[in-house]
Antibody, heavy 121, light 107 residues
Framework: QVQLVQSGTEVKKPGASVKVSCQAS????????IHWVRQAPGQGLEWLGL?????????IYAQTFQGRVTMTADTSTSTVYMELSSLRSEDTAVYYC?????????????WGQGTLVTVSS | DIQMTQSPSTLSASVGDRVTITCRAS??????LAWYQQKPGKAPNLLIY???TLESGVPSRFSGSGSGTEFTLTISSLQPDDFATYYC?????????FGQGTRVEIK
């Protein structure tokens, strides 16, 4: 069965970077786009960007995160990574990876379990 | 970027009620719209895509309609398991975006 399994909870200091992984199983990683979405405590869903694991072309990032986010894929381990730099307290959130099924941009039919990233001094 | 606006933000209802949530896009997205249900501490769950197509395994009391810029999610008879937060999402462009969410709570 399709699963996206994310890495565990992270606690970081302001100014640091965090790298979250998302390992896919049950389907070929290269067949679907992967997106990253975050949710701050008590807030809604915010899109960070997408990556096409099969493409040599670049990922697409939300303008809000341009220059701070990097998404990569390792097809040998079926794993996608999201790195966010220059962390600030407002980046405290649960970060999800999700698979886009029908089009490059969605809908998201499978989600990871979420990774809590806490930014605190 | 395409902005998605949901209403209401919170909805109080009773078991058995018919519930309707509205989502408006800032520009034409054809029918490239999805609805998700999210419960506390869990990832969102896909309910409907392409505005009106029910995802496999989702109960038939959920339905979606609309096209262009106006969309609705309807729950025909609210069940105890349906108390949750619902989000719409456009996937028309390479920059998908979500509505702010509608919390359905017990009246």
């Amino acid at each position: 069965q399709v699963q996206l399994v994310q890495s565990g909870t992270e606690v970081k200091k302001p100014g640091a970077s965090v790298k979250v992984s998302c390992q896919a199983s049950g389907y070929p990683l290269t067949s679907y786009y992967i997106h990253w979405v975050r949710q701050a405590p008590g807030q809604g869903l915010e899109w960070l960007g997408l990556i096409n694991p099969s493409s040599g072309g670049g990922p697409i990032y939300a303008q809000t995160f341009q220059g701070r986010v990097t998404m990569t894929a390792d097809t040998s381990t079926s794993t996608v990574y999201m790195e966010l730099s220059s962390l600030r307290s407002e980046d405290t959130a649960v970060y999800y990876c999700a698979r886009a099924r029908l089009r490059a941009a969605g809908p998201f039919d499978f989600w990871g379990q979420g990774t809590l990233v806490t930014v605190s001094s | 970027d395409i902005q998605m606006t949901q209403s209401p933000s919170t909805l109080s209802a009773s078991v058995g009620d018919r519930v309707t949530i509205t989502c408006r896009a800032s520009q034409n997205i054809n029918n490239w719209l999805a609805w998700y249900q999210q419960k506390p501490g869990k990832a969102p769950n896909l309910l409907i895509y392409k505005a009106s197509t029910l995802e496999s395994g989702v109960p038939s009391r959920f339905s979606g309609s609309g096209s262009g810029t106006e969309f609705t999610l309807t729950i025909s008879s609210l069940q105890p398991d349906d108390f949750a937060t619902y989000y719409c999402q456009q996937f028309s462009s390479y920059s998908p975006s979500f509505g702010q969410g509608t919390r359905v709570e017990i009246k």
